[in-house]
């Protein structure tokens, strides 16, 4: 067999190898798996809930009687418990609303000393016990909040309003009577503002946890001056 010949074979052999290939069915190209979107979570909405915690500070019950009188200070402390009720609306990450609370409290302290008169004890005065409490308090705030997803955090201020008492005694324990008090008692309501900030976590798209801190400082009378930190949970229909 000559050299054309053989070239010849080859190039028969080629040619039907393609037609045969032409005729086998086309691989399917492998597509790529499509994620699910991912669901945002929505704070939207208005909510109620439960929150508790404790309290710690100090009261001065000469602070508004009279600027004569060197600070005379009382450390508080105690527990607070009781509900929450807001509304807010989510604009991508950012989070606004409006939120209130009325808690029972159990915030009480004393403490005894001579008043004193530009650091001169006072003689007339004689050494004073006062004994002061905070039996509830009420807060409205606005929530300004930043979230990421299931989690929320905000900044938070406003007013305050507490139900407290003071009662300024003798070291006999005698009523200590001043004209500004009622019947030797200082009055039980003090308005004042509050400011903190929280971390809240929403478990589902209608149950949330938070942890927040919050000071707050009020005055009548008196003045007090308190930190709490609180938990709680909240429950939110959409809107």
Known sequence: MNRAKVVAAIAAMMICGSAHAADLPMRPVPQMPVAAPVPIYDWTGIYVGVNGGGAWGSQDPFNII???????????????????????????????????DLDWANINGSASATPTIGGVPCGLCGPVTAQT???????????????????????????ALLGAETNLTTAAGAPVCI?????????????????????????TSNLSGKVEYLYITAASLEVSRHSEVRAGLNYRFGM
Do not use: M, P
Request: aromatic fraction near 12%; glycine fraction near 18%; proline fraction near 0%.
């Open 66 to 100: 009279t600027n004569r009188f060197d600070r005379f200070s009382t450390d508080i402390s105690g527990g607070v418990v009781g509900g929450t009720i807001g509304a807010q609306v989510q604009v991508k990450h950012v989070v606004l609303g409006l939120e209130a």
């Open 133 to 159: 409490k905070i039996d509830w308090e009420s807060t409205a705030r606005l929530r300004v909040g930043y979230a990421d997803n299931n989690w929320l955090f905000y900044a938070t201020g406003g007013l």
């Open 179 to 203: 004209a500004i008090f009622d019947g030797c008692t200082g009055t039980n309501r003090q308005l004042g503002a509050a400011l903190g900030a929280g971390l809240e976590y929403g478990f």
